[in-house]
C-alpha cells in the first residue's frame, strides 16, 4: 500500500503537468531560480563583480522599475495597460524639483506632482471605466498630454531653478546600515499592492474584471468605480516611482523615466501578469524586475549596446512565450 | 449574439443607394476630413500668409509618419497591433543610408531600394510569424521585437550617417511640376504609395480576410479564412509599409538614424484610432488614419503660428485623441442600447 502510494507521488512529481501547474501556479519558484542564476552567471563572467555595491546598485535601479511595473500589473489584471506612466513619473520628479526654492519647499512640491498624478490617472480611469475607450489609447493620449503640460512647466519654471532637493535624493542615493534607502520607499508600497491583490474584496475584483467582465459585472461588481480607482492609484504609483528615480539620478527631466516603459511592461509580462487580465501577481513582477535590471548587468559585461537591446528584446518574447505554452495546456 | 455587422455584408443598391452607402461606410472619414476642412481655414484665418505652397510643406513634412500609420492601420484593422514599427523604420532607413554610402552609385540605388523592401517583408514576416507560433499576445511580441530591430539598426550604424542617391532625395523634396509650388512630390508618393499598396489589397480576398480576422476571428475560421497565414500576412503588409516609410526617412533627411523616433510608435497609433480604425478590428481603412497624421500636424502648427507653447500641441493632440474616441464610444453606447 505504501509502495503504491509511493509510486504514485513520485510519478505526479515527474510528470509532465505537474511543473507545468508548478509554473503556472508559482512563477514565482521557476522565476527565482532564474534570478539566481542570472546572479551567478554575472559572477562568473566578472569574477568579484557581485559584491554589496553591485547588489545596492541592481536594487535601487530595479526599485524604480517594479514601482512602475505595478502599474503594469494592476491595470493588466483588468485586461489593461498604462501607458502614461514614463511621462507621469518623470513630470513628478520634475514638479517635485521646481518646487525647491518656492514657498512651500519640496514637501509641498510632493504633494503638487502626486495630486497631479492622481488627476491624470483619474482621468485616465473615467476614460477607461465609463467612457469604455480602449485603455491603451486613453494612457497613450494622458501620456500626451502630460508630456505637453510638463514642458510648459519646464518653460515657466527654468528662471526659478530646478534641482534635486537634497532629502529625496538621500532616498535616491543612501543607505542605512547598508540597506539603500528606496526600500524604505519600495517595501511599503510591495506590502500594500501585494495585500490588495491577496487579500481585499478590491484585489479580487481586478483580478474578476480581467477575467471575465460580464461575469463580474452580473456578479454586482460595479467595474467603472473599480477602474476609476485602479488608474488613479496606477498614477499615483508612477509618481512615486518618478520621486525614487529623480533621487537616484540626482537630476530631474521631462523625459526622465520614460525608457524605462516599455521595460515596466516587460517586467510585468515576465513576472507572470497576463496581458489579457485576469492572471499574475506582484510578487512575480518584483522579481521580473529584479531579472530585467540584473540582465541588464549582465549584458553589458558581455555584449555591446546594440546586442544587449537584441538579447533583450528575444528574451521578453521567449519567455512569454513560455508563459503562453504553460498556460494554453493547462 | 454579436452585435457588430461588418460594412462588407450590407446589401448594395444600385444608383443612387451606392452614394448613400459609401457615405455611410466612410462617415468616419468624411467627417474627418470635413474636421480638417475647418482646420485649415482656421489655420488660414490666425495666419494670412498660409497658403497652398505652406500646405505643401506640411504634406511633405507628413510623409514618414503618414505611411507609418497607414502600416500600422493594416494590422489594427486585422486584430493586431505592432510596437514594432517605429524601430522597424530606423533599420530599413539604416540599412538604405549605409549601403547607399557603400555602394554609390543611381542603378545601384535602385537594387539597395528594392532590398530594403524584402527587408521590410521578412521583418514583418518574423513579427507576423512569432504571434502566431508563440500565441503571445501581439503587443507583447511587437514590444520585444521593437528592441530587437532598434538593436539591429545600432549594429549597422552605430551613429546617424550614410547618404542616399540623388534620385530617391529627388522623389521626395520639391514639387512635382517646378514653378508650381501647389503639388508636392511627396504627397503625390505618399498617395501612389498607398493607393498602389492599399486599393488592391482591400479589393482582394485578402484583403476581406484581413477584415474579417479582425473582427471575428472564429466566424473568419468557421467561414473557411486561413486565420493564421492572414494573420502573417497582415504583418508582412505592415513591415512591407513600413520600411516604404523608412526610406521615405532616409530621402527627406539624406541620413539613417538608429535610434527610433519614440513619438512615432504613439502617434501611429493615435492617427490610426482617429482615422476611424477600431483598435477591436475589422472596421476602418488606410486614408482615415492619413487625414488624421495631417490633422495632428496641422494643430501644432496652427499652436506655432498662435505663438502658444508648442508644447499645447501634445496636450492639444491628447485631448483631441482622448475627446474624439470618448464621443464616439458614447454613441456607440447609446446606438447599442437603442
Given at each position: 500500500?505504501?509502495?503504491?502510494?509511493?509510486?504514485?507521488?513520485?510519478?505526479?512529481?515527474?510528470?509532465?503537468?505537474?511543473?507545468?501547474?508548478?509554473?503556472?501556479?508559482?512563477?514565482?519558484?521557476?522565476?527565482?531560480?532564474?534570478?539566481?542564476?542570472?546572479?551567478?552567471?554575472?559572477?562568473?563572467?566578472?569574477?568579484?563583480?557581485?559584491?554589496?555595491?553591485?547588489?545596492?546598485?541592481?536594487?535601487?535601479?530595479?526599485?524604480?522599475?517594479?514601482?512602475?511595473?505595478?502599474?503594469?500589473?494592476?491595470?493588466?489584471?483588468?485586461?489593461?495597460?498604462?501607458?502614461?506612466?514614463?511621462?507621469?513619473?518623470?513630470m513628478?520628479?520634475?514638479?517635485?524639483?521646481?518646487?525647491?526654492?518656492?514657498?512651500?519647499?519640496?514637501?509641498?512640491?510632493?504633494?503638487?506632482?502626486?495630486?497631479?498624478?492622481?488627476?491624470?490617472?483619474?482621468?485616465?480611469?473615467?476614460?477607461?471605466?465609463i467612457?469604455?475607450v480602449?485603455?491603451?489609447?486613453?494612457?497613450?493620449?494622458?501620456?500626451?498630454?502630460?508630456?505637453?503640460?510638463?514642458?510648459?512647466?519646464?518653460?515657466?519654471?527654468?528662471?526659478?531653478?530646478?534641482?534635486?532637493?537634497?532629502?529625496?535624493?538621500?532616498?535616491?542615493?543612501?543607505?542605512?546600515?547598508?540597506?539603500?534607502?528606496?526600500?524604505?520607499?519600495?517595501?511599503?508600497?510591495?506590502?500594500?499592492?501585494?495585500?490588495?491583490?491577496?487579500?481585499?474584496?478590491?484585489?479580487?475584483?481586478?483580478?474578476?474584471?480581467?477575467?471575465?467582465?460580464?461575469?463580474?459585472?452580473?456578479?454586482?461588481?460595479?467595474?467603472?468605480?473599480?477602474?476609476?480607482?485602479?488608474?488613479?492609484?496606477?498614477?499615483?504609483?508612477?509618481?512615486?516611482?518618478?520621486?525614487?528615480?529623480?533621487?537616484?539620478?540626482?537630476?530631474?527631466?521631462?523625459?526622465?523615466?520614460?525608457?524605462?516603459?516599455?521595460?515596466?511592461?516587460?517586467?510585468?509580462?515576465?513576472?507572470?501578469?497576463?496581458?489579457?487580465?485576469?492572471?499574475?501577481?506582484?510578487?512575480?513582477?518584483i522579481?521580473?524586475?529584479?531579472?530585467?535590471?540584473?540582465l541588464?548587468?549582465?549584458?553589458?559585461?558581455?555584449?555591446?549596446?546594440?546586442?544587449?537591446?537584441?538579447?533583450?528584446?528575444?528574451?521578453?518574447?521567449?519567455?512569454?512565450?513560455?508563459?503562453?505554452?504553460?498556460?494554453?495546456?493547462? | 449574439?454579436?452585435?457588430?455587422?461588418?460594412?462588407?455584408?450590407?446589401?448594395?443598391?444600385?444608383?443612387?443607394?451606392?452614394?448613400?452607402?459609401?457615405?455611410?461606410?466612410?462617415?468616419w472619414?468624411?467627417?474627418?476630413?470635413?474636421?480638417?476642412?475647418?482646420?485649415?481655414?482656421?489655420?488660414?484665418y490666425?495666419?494670412?500668409t498660409?497658403?497652398?505652397?505652406?500646405?505643401?510643406?506640411?504634406?511633405?513634412?507628413?510623409?514618414?509618419?503618414?505611411?507609418?500609420?497607414?502600416?500600422?492601420?493594416?494590422?489594427?484593422?486585422?486584430?493586431?497591433?505592432?510596437?514594432?514599427?517605429?524601430?522597424?523604420?530606423?533599420?530599413?532607413?539604416?540599412?538604405?543610408?549605409?549601403?547607399?554610402?557603400?555602394?554609390p552609385?543611381?542603378?545601384?540605388?535602385?537594387?539597395?531600394?528594392?532590398?530594403?523592401?524584402?527587408?521590410?517583408?521578412?521583418?514583418?514576416?518574423?513579427?507576423?510569424?512569432?504571434?502566431?507560433?508563440?500565441?503571445?499576445?501581439?503587443?507583447?511580441?511587437?514590444?520585444?521585437?521593437?528592441?530587437?530591430?532598434?538593436?539591429?539598426?545600432?549594429?549597422?550604424?552605430?551613429?546617424?550617417?550614410?547618404?542616399?542617391?540623388?534620385?530617391?532625395?529627388?522623389?521626395?523634396?520639391?514639387?512635382?511640376?517646378?514653378?508650381?509650388?501647389?503639388?508636392?512630390?511627396?504627397?503625390?508618393?505618399?498617395?501612389?504609395?498607398?493607393?498602389?499598396?492599399?486599393?488592391?489589397?482591400?479589393?482582394?480576398?485578402?484583403?476581406?480576410?484581413l477584415?474579417?480576422?479582425?473582427?471575428?476571428?472564429?466566424?473568419?475560421?468557421?467561414?473557411?479564412?486561413?486565420?493564421?497565414?492572414?494573420?502573417?500576412?497582415?504583418?508582412?503588409?505592415?513591415?512591407?509599409?513600413?520600411?516604404?516609410?523608412?526610406?521615405?526617412?532616409?530621402?527627406?533627411?539624406?541620413?539613417?538614424t538608429?535610434?527610433?523616433?519614440?513619438?512615432?510608435?504613439?502617434?501611429?497609433?493615435?492617427?490610426?484610432?482617429?482615422?476611424?480604425?477600431?483598435?477591436?478590428?475589422?472596421?476602418?481603412?488606410?486614408?482615415?488614419?492619413?487625414?488624421a497624421?495631417?490633422?495632428?500636424?496641422?494643430?501644432?502648427?496652427?499652436?506655432?503660428f498662435?505663438?502658444?507653447?508648442?508644447?499645447?500641441?501634445?496636450?492639444?493632440?491628447?485631448?483631441?485623441?482622448?475627446?474624439?474616441?470618448?464621443?464616439?464610444?458614447?454613441?456607440?453606447?447609446?446606438?447599442?442600447?437603442?
Amino acid at each position: 500500500m505504501t509502495a503504491a502510494t509511493g509510486t504514485v507521488v513520485r510519478n505526479r512529481w515527474l510528470s509532465a503537468a505537474t511543473w507545468r501547474n508548478l509554473l503556472r501556479d508559482y512563477p514565482i519558484v521557476p522565476l527565482t531560480v532564474l534570478l539566481v542564476l542570472l546572479v551567478i552567471l554575472a559572477d562568473i563572467l566578472s569574477p568579484g563583480l557581485v559584491n554589496q555595491g553591485w547588489v545596492t546598485s541592481i536594487v535601487r535601479q530595479a526599485t524604480v522599475l517594479a514601482i512602475l511595473a505595478g502599474c503594469q500589473t494592476l491595470t493588466m489584471l483588468t485586461g489593461g495597460i498604462d501607458l502614461s506612466v514614463g511621462y507621469v513619473a518623470s513630470m513628478a520628479g520634475f514638479v517635485t524639483a521646481t518646487f525647491v526654492h518656492q514657498p512651500g519647499g519640496w514637501p509641498m512640491g510632493v504633494v503638487v506632482a502626486l495630486v497631479a498624478a492622481a488627476l491624470a490617472g483619474l482621468v485616465s480611469g473615467i476614460g477607461v471605466g465609463i467612457f469604455k475607450v480602449h485603455p491603451l489609447i486613453v494612457t497613450l493620449g494622458m501620456g500626451l498630454i502630460v508630456f505637453g503640460f510638463s514642458n510648459v512647466w519646464q518653460l515657466q519654471s527654468v528662471q526659478t531653478g530646478a534641482g534635486v532637493p537634497n532629502e529625496i535624493h538621500t532616498i535616491g542615493v543612501g543607505t542605512l546600515g547598508g540597506i539603500p534607502n528606496d526600500l524604505i520607499v519600495f517595501v511599503p508600497v510591495a506590502i500594500v499592492l501585494i495585500l490588495v491583490l491577496k487579500r481585499t474584496g478590491y484585489g479580487r475584483m481586478l483580478y474578476a474584471i480581467g477575467d471575465n467582465p460580464i461575469a463580474a459585472r452580473l456578479s454586482g461588481v460595479r467595474s467603472w468605480q473599480v477602474l476609476i480607482v485602479l488608474y488613479a492609484m496606477s498614477g499615483v504609483l508612477a509618481g512615486i516611482a518618478g520621486l525614487v528615480q529623480s533621487g537616484l539620478a540626482n537630476t530631474a527631466s521631462v523625459t526622465l523615466v520614460q525608457p524605462y516603459l516599455l521595460p515596466s511592461v516587460a517586467a510585468a509580462v515576465i513576472g507572470g501578469t497576463s496581458i489579457l487580465g485576469g492572471r499574475g501577481g506582484y510578487s512575480g513582477t518584483i522579481v521580473g524586475a529584479l531579472i530585467l535590471t540584473v540582465l541588464g548587468s549582465v549584458l553589458s559585461i558581455v555584449l555591446p549596446e546594440p546586442w544587449r537591446q537584441i538579447v533583450f528584446g528575444s528574451i521578453v518574447v521567449l519567455v512569454a512565450a513560455a508563459y503562453a505554452r504553460v498556460t494554453a495546456e493547462g | 449574439m454579436s452585435a457588430t455587422s461588418a460594412p462588407i455584408d450590407q446589401p448594395r443598391g444600385g444608383g443612387g443607394d451606392r452614394i448613400s452607402t459609401f457615405a455611410r461606410d466612410n462617415a468616419w472619414t468624411l467627417g474627418l476630413i470635413g474636421f480638417l476642412a475647418v482646420l485649415l481655414l482656421f489655420t488660414k484665418y490666425v495666419n494670412q500668409t498660409y497658403g497652398l505652397d505652406s500646405l505643401a510643406s506640411t504634406a511633405t513634412s507628413v510623409v514618414p509618419l503618414a505611411l507609418a500609420a497607414v502600416a500600422q492601420a493594416v494590422v489594427v484593422l486585422s486584430g493586431g497591433i505592432d510596437l514594432s514599427v517605429a524601430s522597424q523604420m530606423a533599420l530599413t532607413s539604416c540599412v538604405a543610408a549605409t549601403l547607399m554610402k557603400g555602394y554609390p552609385g543611381e542603378d545601384v540605388a535602385v537594387v539597395i531600394v528594392v532590398g530594403v523592401l524584402l527587408l521590410g517583408l521578412v521583418l514583418g514576416a518574423i513579427n507576423g510569424a512569432l504571434v502566431v507560433l508563440t500565441k503571445v499576445p501581439d503587443i507583447i511580441v511587437t514590444l520585444g521585437t521593437s528592441f530587437v530591430w532598434a538593436g539591429f539598426a545600432l549594429l549597422v550604424r552605430p551613429a546617424p550617417g550614410g547618404s542616399a542617391a540623388q534620385w530617391l532625395k529627388d522623389l521626395v523634396v520639391g514639387p512635382i511640376v517646378s514653378g508650381i509650388d501647389v503639388i508636392p512630390k511627396a504627397a503625390v508618393l505618399l498617395v501612389i504609395i498607398v493607393a498602389v499598396i492599399w486599393i488592391p489589397l482591400s479589393r482582394s480576398r485578402l484583403g476581406l480576410s484581413l477584415y474579417a480576422i479582425g473582427s471575428n476571428p472564429l466566424a473568419a475560421f468557421r467561414s473557411g479564412v486561413a486565420v493564421n497565414r492572414t494573420k502573417v500576412l497582415s504583418y508582412i503588409v505592415t513591415g512591407f509599409v513600413a520600411a516604404f516609410a523608412g526610406l521615405s526617412l532616409t530621402a527627406s533627411t539624406g541620413i539613417g538614424t538608429p535610434v527610433p523616433e519614440p513619438t512615432y510608435v504613439l502617434i501611429s497609433i493615435a492617427a490610426v484610432v482617429l482615422g476611424g480604425v477600431s483598435m477591436a478590428g475589422g472596421i476602418g481603412g488606410a486614408f482615415g488614419p492619413i487625414v488624421a497624421v495631417i490633422v495632428l500636424q496641422l494643430i501644432r502648427d496652427d499652436m506655432t503660428f498662435m505663438h502658444v507653447d508648442p508644447n499645447y500641441g501634445l496636450v492639444a493632440q491628447g485631448i483631441i485623441l482622448i475627446g474624439v474616441l470618448m464621443v464616439g464610444s458614447l454613441i456607440q453606447q447609446r446606438r447599442s442600447r437603442a
